[in-house]
């Protein structure tokens, strides 16, 4: 047998030195040849040709619709929301007209499939009740041990962790799925606000408060309870962030988050694995991290940009944002631009109203109007950048202004997409175990070359 004689001493150092080398070897062998992509039929990124989604399946829970196919042709058309077949501004509308919260109706309806009745209604708002209560313990042991500033993976964690309270966790059966989906939904904003303050104790040196939440109010409230030191809030205030719970509870099978919770649901693992997956999808910044990367990018603007109401000042940073000179130097104009949506996205065309009424009633007019030149002119720096793809403000760029105005610190904004998103996750799951029912496993065509192998003493 041949020994590899390891140095006497190795430290962090010697490590960082070494990874660097490893990686400079990783950047040798291992590019892929953009123009591979046209030479082999693969849809990169699960899109066809024309930028539109590769169909990976059938669903009854959503409609995301942005634009149509016409000969053959993608035209551009107003963006259209609709859960289990309803308009999503139909659904908001009647709740604001008979005057109640509409986020756990929303979230029965994706579940479920119909409306609920009043006494159904009745039922959810129960079981909200009943399950928000976390374990015993629960924060001392999942999330206190290891206090952290990035509030999604404590979500996950926190996620990960009720596997463990669950006395049935890997049952596949419609009721226990029910169970534990609506448990999810009751208990996310808790974890959320529990992380949160674990946070502002642990990270910020402040105080904490676990307030406990009353029976009778409704997600939104709960939130703005547990979250404020005085747990005082306006009822306009919760019903504002009802709303966005609301727009943001689902958005079709094939949004990242979505996608990677049905793949890893049709695998056969269990809820906590599944959801915790969607988690971590959303964090990513081209997806749910994208609202808190608006916040990022509008204090560089106010930061850099002398007059925010000159739209040439503004258009010139936006060159500069999308020619990676500015800001994080992505090359990425936050809160704009959609896969699917082109001409508008209902979700942002509704918050901006909302945000619009609020910044002229808090002062935040030119935030406000700050945004809008960012939705105004992006278009036009893309376009004139060569980019053919019509694109169009997106949930995002207004729902973190909402958010700051609301009081909701922009940690959380990310984790409240999430703690809405459980509602469509948890629904597409069910849908996936009851009527998917195959293994999600697409293919990668290998284009790598041969080796023989050699024996260590021959590299
Ligand atoms: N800023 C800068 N460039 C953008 C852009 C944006 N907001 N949106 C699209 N583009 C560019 C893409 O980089 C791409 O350029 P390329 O052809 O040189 O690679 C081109 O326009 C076509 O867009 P494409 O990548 O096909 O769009 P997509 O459907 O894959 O991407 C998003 C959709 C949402 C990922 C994309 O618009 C984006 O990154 N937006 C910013 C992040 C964001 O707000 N996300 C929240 C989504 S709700």
Redesign the pocket.
């Known amino acids: 047998m041949q020994n590899i004689s390891l140095p006497i001493s190795y430290d962090k150092r010697d490590a960082i030195w070494d990874i660097q080398s490893i990686c400079s070897q990783f950047k040798e062998y291992n590019t892929i040849d953009t123009d591979l992509y046209k030479v082999y039929p693969v849809a990169r990124?699960l899109r066809n040709p024309d930028?539109t989604g590769v169909v990976a399946g059938l669903t009854q829970i959503c409609n995301v619709h942005g634009y149509v196919i016409d000969e053959g042709e993608k035209s551009p058309v107003e963006g259209r929301l609709s859960y289990r077949g309803i308009d999503v501004n139909n659904l908001i509308k009647g709740c604001i007209e008979e005057n109640r919260f509409g986020y756990e109706e929303a979230a029965w309806l994706l579940l479920v499939g119909k409306l609920p009745t009043k006494e159904q209604l009745t039922t959810m708002r129960e079981l909200m009740t009943l399950y928000r209560e976390l374990p015993d313990s629960f924060a001392e042991d999942v999330l206190m041990k290891t206090p952290s500033n990035q509030l999604m993976i404590q979500l996950s964690r926190g996620v990960l962790g009720l596997y463990f309270y669950d006395e049935n966790p890997d049952d596949l059966s419609i009721e226990n799925q029910m169970r534990q989906s609506l448990q999810l939904i009751a208990r996310l904003p808790s974890i959320m606000v529990m992380a949160y303050q674990i946070k502002r104790r642990f990270w910020d040196k402040e105080s904490m408060y676990f307030h406990q939440p009353l029976p009778d109010q409704s997600i939104s409230q709960t939130i703005l309870r547990m979250l404020r030191a005085d747990t005082q809030f306006t009822e306009e205030e919760a019903r504002l962030l009802d709303i966005c719970m609301i727009l943001h509870a689902e958005h079709g099978g094939g949004n990242n988050s979505t996608f990677a919770t049905r793949v890893l649901s049709s695998s056969g693992t269990d809820i906590y694995a599944a959801i915790s997956a969607g988690i971590g999808s959303l964090k990513g910044?081209?997806?749910g991290g994208?609202n808190k990367k608006v916040r990022e990018m509008v204090e560089f603007m106010k930061q850099d940009i002398k007059h925010w109401d000159n739209d040439a000042e503004v258009k010139d940073y936006l060159f500069q944002l999308?020619g990676k000179q500015a800001g994080d130097r992505s090359?990425?104009?936050?809160?704009?631009?959609?896969?699917v949506y082109t001409k508008s996205d209902p979700r942002a065309v509704i918050l901006k109203r909302s945000a619009r009424r609020l910044a002229a009633a808090k002062g935040f007019e030119d935030e406000f109007a700050l945004l809008e030149a960012v939705e105004r002119l992006a278009p036009e720096v893309?376009a004139e950048k060569g980019?053919d793809?019509v694109?169009c403000a997106?949930?995002?760029l207004y729902s973190g202004l909402v958010y700051k105005m609301l009081g909701i610190p922009d940690e959380l904004h990310t984790p409240i997409f999430a703690a809405a998103r459980v509602a469509g996750w948890c629904a597409h799951r069910m849908e996936e175990i009851v009527c998917g029912g195959r293994l999600i496993r697409p293919a990668y065509k290998a284009v790598l070359p041969h080796q023989d192998y050699q024996p260590l003493k021959d590299r």
């Open positions: 990124g930028g910044p081209r997806h994208a999308a090359g990425l104009i936050y809160g704009m631009g959609h896969a893309l980019k793809k694109i997106n949930v995002d």
